[in-house]
């Protein structure tokens, strides 16, 4: 496994040649936290948001007042936005103060100087190519596992979250900092329909009242990557998508178990509260770390606002309906 730094670094070169991907990233961040005084500001600012919980059941929701956030929420993400801006991911627009472990000649491991997480991640390809998973799901695997000491990985699609639908992206941030990445045995098991379970795979498809996902588990590479083919295709087809269907991706890695994959399935992109005018409007846009159970809240108006009701109202417009689940869970049964 080779990595390198752009950090002349011994004691951060000499964990990566070692293969601590995850005691690297620390480090990383550590080192970027002391030299680089905006993102220590806000990792500092991070300390001190504001939270709410709410309880649905047998599992939570948290809200976070987060305005160093503002600017991803808000992002336009449509194509003659995009072809206006420079990208903020590649190489030579980043800040000069920003520096990044590179990961197996493909990736850059860089702090996010925005964060949600206590320590976030963006785990940028160094080529400037669209956001996309069929292509590069093995690549999510391989940062999990490698990452899995410390952290837990995401992909955001690039029509349902990611502020880059640009350029190929993924995230990493705390494990256990999302309640799912407690939760989700507990709502599976509560609310899961099996679609296989075998020694290789088990996949079980859930609607838990305010989410519509697949939880996928094994210590099999190979067989988790052909059942998410299989998964991509009949979802595309479903939806009759000729783009990437609308998704986002949680993944979890246990050294014992394997991986667990949290796989939302999406409607749309954001709910009609962002587009509201005056005190209406609530900015909101739903990625993987908010169907997670953290709701990113930039604005102290719409924090305040939030209620159980009006996330069952984000969350039930963004998510497919039970009507298109029972479509794949039908057809995924059938290929298997």
Known sequence: ????TYFDNKQLNYIIENGELSEAAQMLFELQCNDWQMCRDNYEQLKNVRLKEFRFGSYKIKAQYNPGRLISTSAKVDPKSIQERKCFLCEENLPPEQKGIIYKNSYSILINPYPIFPIHFTLTNLQHQPQRIIDTFPDLLSF?????????VIYNGPRCGASAPDHLHFQAGNKF??????????ISNEFGEIIIDNEEIVALAVDDGLRKFLHIESANENQLIKFFNHFYKVYSDILNESQEPLLNIISFYDSEFGWRLIIFLRAKHRSHHYYEQSDKQILVSPAAIDLGGVCIFPREEDFNKLNEELIKEIFSEVFIDKSLLDKIIKSLNHII
Do not use: N, Q, Y
């Not at 999990?144 to 837990?152: E, Q, R, V």
């Open 1 to 4: 496994m080779k990595h390198r």
């Open 177 to 186: 900092f999302m309640p799912i990445d407690d939760e989700a045995d507990l």
């Open 144 to 152: 999990s596992k490698d990452l899995s000491k410390k952290f837990t």
